[in-house]
Nanobody, 123 residues
Framework: VQLVESGGGLVQAGGSLRLSCAASGHSISGYAMGWFRRAPGKEREFVATINYSGTTTYVADSVKGRFTISRDNAKNTVYLQMNSLKPEDAAVYYC?????????????????WGQGTQVTISS
Protein backbone atom coordinates (compact mmCIF):
# COMPACT_ATOMS: atom_id res chain seq x y z
CA VAL A 1 0.00 0.00 0.00
CA GLN A 2 1.32 3.40 -0.94
CA LEU A 3 -0.09 6.60 0.49
CA VAL A 4 0.65 9.95 -1.13
CA GLU A 5 -0.36 13.18 0.55
CA SER A 6 -0.93 16.42 -1.30
CA GLY A 7 -2.43 19.84 -0.73
CA GLY A 8 0.03 21.24 1.74
CA GLY A 9 1.62 24.62 1.32
CA LEU A 10 1.89 28.12 2.70
CA VAL A 11 -1.25 29.80 3.96
CA GLN A 12 -2.00 32.82 6.10
CA ALA A 13 -3.31 32.39 9.61
CA GLY A 14 -7.08 32.13 9.44
CA GLY A 15 -6.96 30.52 6.03
CA SER A 16 -7.87 27.06 4.84
CA LEU A 17 -6.26 24.09 3.18
CA ARG A 18 -7.54 20.71 2.10
CA LEU A 19 -5.12 17.84 2.28
CA SER A 20 -5.64 14.72 0.21
CA CYS A 21 -4.23 11.26 0.68
CA ALA A 22 -4.38 8.97 -2.32
CA ALA A 23 -3.85 5.28 -1.75
CA SER A 24 -2.64 2.76 -4.27
CA GLY A 25 -1.81 -0.90 -4.22
CA HIS A 26 -4.78 -1.89 -2.09
CA SER A 27 -8.24 -0.61 -1.34
CA ILE A 28 -8.65 1.41 1.84
CA SER A 29 -12.35 0.64 2.06
CA GLY A 30 -12.08 -1.89 4.90
CA TYR A 31 -9.77 0.14 7.11
CA ALA A 32 -9.76 3.16 9.31
CA MET A 33 -7.62 6.04 8.12
CA GLY A 34 -5.93 8.77 10.07
CA TRP A 35 -4.02 12.00 9.89
CA PHE A 36 -1.11 12.81 12.17
CA ARG A 37 1.30 15.71 12.26
CA ARG A 38 4.77 16.50 13.48
CA ALA A 39 5.92 20.02 14.17
CA PRO A 40 9.63 20.90 14.44
CA GLY A 41 11.04 19.78 17.76
CA LYS A 42 7.86 17.98 18.75
CA GLU A 43 6.64 14.42 18.67
CA ARG A 44 4.17 13.18 16.13
CA GLU A 45 0.62 13.75 17.29
CA PHE A 46 -2.81 12.51 16.35
CA VAL A 47 -4.99 14.88 14.35
CA ALA A 48 -8.01 12.98 13.03
CA THR A 49 -9.32 9.53 12.24
CA ILE A 50 -12.23 8.07 10.31
CA ASN A 51 -13.66 4.57 10.37
CA TYR A 52 -13.82 2.27 7.36
CA SER A 53 -17.21 3.52 6.17
CA GLY A 54 -16.86 7.17 7.05
CA THR A 55 -19.65 7.11 9.61
CA THR A 56 -17.44 7.76 12.64
CA THR A 57 -14.76 10.41 13.00
CA TYR A 58 -12.65 11.75 15.83
CA VAL A 59 -10.42 14.79 15.87
CA ALA A 60 -7.92 16.03 18.40
CA ASP A 61 -9.15 18.65 20.84
CA SER A 62 -6.64 21.12 19.43
CA VAL A 63 -8.34 21.07 16.02
CA LYS A 64 -11.94 20.39 17.01
CA GLY A 65 -14.36 22.64 15.21
CA ARG A 66 -11.73 23.59 12.64
CA PHE A 67 -10.59 20.34 10.96
CA THR A 68 -12.76 17.73 9.30
CA ILE A 69 -11.73 14.32 8.02
CA SER A 70 -13.60 12.58 5.24
CA ARG A 71 -13.07 9.75 2.79
CA ASP A 72 -14.12 8.62 -0.65
CA ASN A 73 -13.63 4.89 -0.84
CA ALA A 74 -14.50 4.83 -4.53
CA LYS A 75 -11.54 7.12 -5.14
CA ASN A 76 -9.37 5.41 -2.53
CA THR A 77 -8.73 8.84 -1.03
CA VAL A 78 -8.94 10.47 2.38
CA TYR A 79 -9.20 14.19 2.98
CA LEU A 80 -8.44 16.62 5.77
CA GLN A 81 -10.21 19.94 5.51
CA MET A 82 -8.42 22.50 7.66
CA ASN A 83 -10.10 25.82 8.38
CA SER A 84 -9.20 28.76 10.60
CA LEU A 85 -5.58 27.71 10.55
CA LYS A 86 -3.34 28.90 13.35
CA PRO A 87 0.46 29.24 13.49
CA GLU A 88 0.57 26.23 15.83
CA ASP A 89 -0.95 24.07 13.09
CA ALA A 90 2.26 24.32 11.09
CA ALA A 91 3.74 20.84 10.72
CA VAL A 92 4.33 17.98 8.37
CA TYR A 93 1.04 16.15 8.00
CA TYR A 94 1.01 12.41 7.52
CA CYS A 95 -1.73 10.14 6.27
CA UNK A 96 -1.89 6.59 7.57
CA UNK A 97 -3.90 3.41 7.09
CA UNK A 98 -4.89 1.44 10.14
CA UNK A 99 -4.83 -2.30 10.66
CA UNK A 100 -8.47 -2.23 11.80
CA UNK A 101 -11.84 -0.97 10.62
CA UNK A 102 -12.76 1.15 13.64
CA UNK A 103 -11.49 4.68 14.01
CA UNK A 104 -8.12 4.69 15.75
CA UNK A 105 -6.31 7.48 17.55
CA UNK A 106 -3.00 5.79 18.40
CA UNK A 107 -0.13 5.78 15.93
CA UNK A 108 0.66 2.18 16.83
CA UNK A 109 -2.65 1.15 15.30
CA UNK A 110 -1.48 2.24 11.87
CA UNK A 111 0.48 0.09 9.49
CA UNK A 112 1.07 2.18 6.40
CA TRP A 113 2.25 5.78 6.32
CA GLY A 114 2.70 8.41 3.67
CA GLN A 115 5.75 10.59 3.25
CA GLY A 116 3.99 13.68 4.54
CA THR A 117 3.09 17.09 3.23
CA GLN A 118 4.32 20.36 4.72
CA VAL A 119 1.86 22.91 6.03
CA THR A 120 3.28 26.34 6.77
CA ILE A 121 1.29 29.13 8.38
CA SER A 122 2.22 32.77 8.06
CA SER A 123 1.02 35.12 10.78
Amino acid sequence: VQLVESGGGLVQAGGSLRLSCAASGHSISGYAMGWFRRAPGKEREFVATINYSGTTTYVADSVKGRFTISRDNAKNTVYLQMNSLKPEDAAVYYCARSDRSLAATMSGQYVYWGQGTQVTISS
